[in-house]
């Protein structure tokens, strides 16, 4: 069996704004392959977290290394092209209105590649087709549903073959099949892109389905108070609080 290496390492990362912190003391691993789910109760601050980890808000203290090198550490210009290999799929969607769904995923290709028109075409063409969107091509956002919406994001975030994909809670407001149907598709592109997967959740069905490990974030003490596998966290860990989380209070 390969031992694990690790890809992310997140070292005493405390958040904060001003005088307020959000979270203190994390210190966690990311292996290179895992679905790891960054998890706890409301405003404890995952997504926050998630955005410290790809360099949309810097710490208060604290590190996030990729590959062993300091991502706040390196000079500007290092940092972009590690962001590069970050792909993230946000909430909201954040897509563009205006735009079809070939014109959405082509952007960063355009924005980030050299790639003539054709090749941008082609590659749009099977990202579509990765995520089942095959023939939406000239749709617009509006004109499609709330998890075809869900699957366009997953295309565009993985448009430029990143190394790692983060995802901020993506089955919010899907119906129960959809929201299976998006776990499926994240273990299939996680497997065929080789890709590391981190994703903001608290929907207990995606956790289960599809991570490997983890990490409790805690609202009341304002740090970590658990990481691992969730399965094994639900059945084994010391403390109530988690295990309570992870059965929903039962058992």
């Known amino acids: 069996m390969?031992?694990?290496?690790?890809?992310?390492?997140?070292?005493?990362?405390?958040?904060?704004?001003?005088?307020?912190?959000?979270?203190?003391?994390?210190?966690?691993?990311?292996?290179r392959g895992d679905i790891f789910i960054i998890m706890?109760?409301?405003?404890?601050?995952?997504?926050?977290?998630?955005?410290?980890?790809?360099?949309?808000?810097?710490?208060?203290?604290g590190q996030v290394f990729y590959n062993g090198i300091s991502f706040w550490d390196t000079d500007p210009d290092d940092r972009e092209q590690f962001m590069r290999k970050i792909g993230i799929s946000y909430q909201s969607g954040a897509l563009w209105s205006s735009m079809t769904l070939a014109e959405n995923i082509g952007l960063p290709l355009q924005e980030f590649t050299d790639l003539n028109r054709n090749q941008i075409r082609e590659i749009?063409?099977?990202?579509?087709?990765?995520?089942?969107?095959?023939g939406f091509d000239d749709y617009y956002p509006s004109e499609i549903s709330g998890g075809m919406q869900k699957r366009l994001g997953l295309a565009r975030a993985i448009a430029l073959d990143p190394e790692i994909?983060?995802?901020?809670e993506p089955s919010a407001g899907l119906d129960p099949i959809s929201a299976r149907l998006l776990d499926d598709l994240i273990l299939e592109l996680s497997d065929s892109l080789g890709a590391t997967v981190a994703i903001v959740t608290h929907e207990l069905a995606s956790i289960f389905a599809i991570g490997n490990n983890s990490v409790f974030l805690d609202?009341?003490?304002k740090t970590m108070i658990a990481a691992g596998d969730p399965k094994k966290l639900?059945?084994?860990?010391?403390?109530?609080?988690?295990?309570?989380?992870?059965?929903r209070g039962e058992g």
Do not use: W, Y
Not at 49 to 55: D, E, P, S, T
Not at 165 to 168: R, S
């Open 219 to 221: 609202p009341d003490t």
């Open 2 to 31: 390969t031992e694990p290496t690790a890809h992310i390492d997140v070292k005493d990362l405390t958040m904060a704004f001003g005088s307020f912190v959000v979270q203190r003391d994390l210190t966690f691993t990311i292996n």
């Open 124 to 134: 749009v063409e099977l990202k579509l087709a990765l995520v089942g969107l095959a």
């Open 234 to 247: 639900r059945d084994e860990s010391d403390n109530p609080k988690v295990r309570k989380f992870l059965s």
């Open 40 to 61: 706890g109760g409301s405003g404890c601050g995952k997504s926050t977290l998630m955005r410290h980890m790809v360099g949309l808000i810097e710490p208060a203290k």
């Open 165 to 168: 994909v983060f995802f901020d």
